[in-house]
């Protein structure tokens, strides 16, 4: 159990539709309040952080993003990233999902630290909104030979 005195406390600014959407998420799950929400949330980022830092070898996988295609200049930005990784990138999907809202899905395949390299500066763009790695380790073929 954590103490008062082991609490920080820090103010944020967050857009009003984000903070909506989170509250309508922390009443169907039955919270009892934002601070326990934003700790949970903050937990599953840490998990999800260590988990692709994890990751390590050759794999094969999907990074799946979803970004504003009216950000000014980010689709320019996202090609460019493709392009400089096309040793690493096979393939891409790429969907309208509404008017302002893109999913992409980018098949990758090699070195696992080249591969968190793209998903991170993906992330890392202003207009993308999320962007999940997902991969599996490329099996070593003699291992299964007979």
Sequence with gaps: MTHESDLSRIGISLPKNLLDRFDDILSYR???SRSEGIRDAIRS???YYQ???DVQG????????VYDHEQRGLLQV????????????????????SHD???EIILVRGDAGE?????ERLMAQKGVESVKLTTIPIEDELKHSH
């Design 115 to 119: 591969i968190k390299k793209i998903a």
């Design 78 to 97: 996202l090609t460019e990233i493709q392009h400089d990784h096309i040793n690493i990138i096979q393939s891409s999907l790429h969907s309208h999902v």
């Design 51 to 53: 988990w692709m830092s």
């Design 58 to 65: 050759e794999r094969q996988g999907v990074i799946t993003m």
């Design 30 to 32: 039955g919270y009892s």
């Design 101 to 103: 809202k893109c999913l």
């Design 45 to 47: 980022y840490i998990t």
